[in-house]
Each structure stands twice: as structure tokens, then as C-alpha cells.
């Protein structure tokens, strides 16, 4: 009687596998900077285009309860400026940046310039922002890598 030997080898890829997937999508922080502009697809839909090029496609936007919470998105899939799937998560938080000094959350002024914040559905977001998320799927990590905010390195003081 003969032994397969590819049996152990199959179950150890798939053993592998189901390791790897889910140390690949850990959670994960994007920036999304100073001078975005933002397109409105439909109910809850929209785009966030980057100076860079880089598109960040939103669904299933939910305004926050409160400007310290953040707003929550459903499904994100991020785009380099050539069109190439960067990245995709969901159920991630999108978080405004320090307020400006006149204003308060939710709140645009008319003397700080269009490129200090972003307005989706009359909820002003303060720019530079970040988008969090729980769990991410990267698909181009070099690109991504260019996204995501790096800490300070020791020592450093801002």
C-alpha cells in the first residue's frame, strides 16, 4: 500500500494560510491630507480624491454623534492615481485633525481656505484626517505603505 505524501503537504498550505490571512489584515491607519476634494456619489457614497491622485472610494457613510467619535464608514477601497486597487477595509472611522483655531467641530469659517477641511453631507471634517481601520486587505503594500502615518522616531519633538 502506497502513502500519499501530498496529503500533509496540502493541509500544511492550508495551515499557513489561515495564519497568514488574518496577520495580513490587521488594522491599519491611512492619512488623508490637506487639499483633498471630495465627490458625492449618491446616499452615502463618495469620493475623496488626494492632491497626489490617490482615490479613496467610500460607501455607506454614517455622520457621528458626536465631533470626538468620528464618522463611520462601510466599505473603502483605496486607489492609486493610476487606478490601481491599493487597498480595501471596512467599518473603518473617519477622524478630522485638530480643529481650526476659530472654529469648532462640524463648523467651516469663511476665512480658513477650502483645503483646511473636507464637507461631506454638511459634516465638516478638518484636514489633515485619518481613516481607521479594524481590519484592512492590502494589495499593493509599497503604495500603502506611502499612506500610512509613521510615529515619530525616539527622541523626536515636534
Known sequence: MRKSCFLPLFL??????????????????????????VQK???GNFKLTTPSGTVF???AY????????????????????????VATGGNAILKGGP????????KALKDIPATEYIKIDDEVTWLPATIQFPSI?????????????????????R
Not at 12 to 37: D, E, H
Not at 74 to 81: E, M, P, S
Request: charged residues 20%; contains cysteine.
Open 62 to 85: 454614517k455622520k457621528p454623534g458626536n465631533a470626538q467619535a468620528g464618522a463611520i464608514l462601510g466599505d473603502c477601497g483605496i486607489y492609486d492615481a493610476k487606478g490601481k486597487l
Open 137 to 157: 486587505r492590502v494589495f499593493d503594500h509599497l503604495e500603502f505603505q506611502k499612506l500610512s502615518p509613521q510615529p515619530d522616531p525616539p527622541g523626536k519633538v
Open 12 to 37: 500544511g498550505l492550508v495551515l499557513v494560510l489561515f495564519v497568514v490571512s488574518p496577520a495580513s489584515a490587521q488594522g491599519k491607519s491611512v492619512t488623508i491630507p490637506k487639499g483633498t476634494k
Open 41 to 43: 456619489l449618491g446616499p
Open 99 to 106: 480643529t481650526a483655531l476659530a472654529g469648532g467641530p462640524g
Open 57 to 59: 472610494s467610500i460607501t
